[in-house]
């Protein structure tokens, strides 16, 4: 079927290091300044990620658009594992377009994110349930609860991968419900896409599809019907305890890419905070061996890429 690996083909394991959206205060483990970044993104290569998927956070844990920090954490990376890079550009609240392609821009990954559509973005929806916490900033991220846009309009989506393409970097398409799976048909058939598309689903965000097992198959169905043979791969990445590591044991199942990391989730068990990104890519790697799914190798995927993952040769 289109986009899916064959019963026994080897799929990718992306792990989504630190993101922009977990506070601090919710889990001490979650990577903030260059070096920890770095430290968790090999520790995740080394338990067997494919590929790591980045934001950069200052020392604070502030998300950050400073392009010199994601060449900082890239390079830290690259001088000690062979992972395949994927940058951010979905940025955080109230970040420009520029500031949101500057660290893609300046560390030069195989792959880069685009998020295929404007939504309402909440990660923290319900006042009694939000978290304690220690500084002015996650305060104010708090605050603003209610009100969360995520905003990527069609000539923004133009402008992303049109850069992209010219940075010749492979845009990883992020859809968070169905009609963004419909954007992407329209961005192709209009030329701004080049097929094939790797399409990854993110499930669980307030304001995008649900996160339950049949949110996912409904997604990955209307994927093959909508984009049919220019689907080149579907990743699924499911938010928070235990959809994350749910939706790996079906994509693992099912020949789907997956991505897991303290980005989506910070619990290991309900009541056991994750100590680290390499932790969750390890229940992932055995969630794949009990369903006899191979990862694969940054080698296999760079080779999956093409030419753009290296930058041996120039696409025409
Ligand atoms: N934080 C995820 C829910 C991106 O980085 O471009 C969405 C995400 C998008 O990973
Ligand atoms: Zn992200």
Redesign the pocket.
């Known amino acids: 079927m289109t986009g899916l690996r064959g019963k026994y083909e080897a799929s990718v394991l992306t792990a989504?290091i630190t993101?922009?959206?977990v506070l601090p205060s919710q889990s001490p483990h979650i990577p903030c300044g260059a070096d920890a970044i770095v430290a968790e993104a090999v520790g995740a290569a080394e338990a067997g990620a494919t590929c790591i998927?980045i934001?950069a956070r200052d020392d604070e844990g502030r998300p950050s658009a400073d392009p010199a920090l994601f060449e900082e954490i890239v390079s830290g990376i690259r001088d000690q594992t062979d992972v395949v890079v994927n940058i951010?550009?979905?940025?955080a609240p109230g970040m420009s377009l520029d500031e949101r392609l500057a660290g893609a821009r300046r560390a030069q990954p195989e792959i880069a994110?685009?998020?295929l559509g404007t939504m309402n973005y909440e990660g923290f929806p319900n006042r009694e349930r939000w978290p304690e916490v220690a500084s002015d900033w996650e305060r104010e991220v708090l605050e603003a609860s209610g009100d969360g846009v995520f905003v990527n309009t069609l000539n923004m989506l133009r402008q992303f991968a049109s850069t992209l393409r010219e940075l010749q970097i492979t845009p990883e398409l992020?859809a968070?419900d169905l009609s963004h799976i419909a954007m992407a048909r329209f961005l192709i058939d209009e030329g701004t896409l080049e097929p094939p598309v790797r399409l990854?689903l993110?499930l669980g965000?307030l304001g995008g599809a649900g996160n339950a097992p049949r949110d996912l198959h409904l997604l990955a169905d209307a994927a093959e019907r909508i984009l049919g043979d220019e689907l080149g791969s579907v990743a699924v990445?499911g938010?928070g305890f235990p959809m994350q590591f749910r939706h790996a044991a079906i994509a693992f199942s099912s020949g789907l890419d997956c991505r897991v990391g303290l980005?989506?989730n910070i619990r290991l068990r309900r009541d056991v905070q994750a100590t680290s990104n390499a932790e969750l890519v390890g229940v992932a790697i055995g969630l794949a061996d009990h369903v006899a799914r191979p990862i694969m190798t940054p080698t296999a995927l760079r080779e999956e890429l093409g030419p753009w993952a290296g930058k041996t040769e120039v696409a025409a």
């Open positions: 989504a993101g922009g959206d998927h934001h951010s550009t979905g940025g994110t685009l998020n992020e968070y990854q993110v965000v990445a938010l980005e989506d």
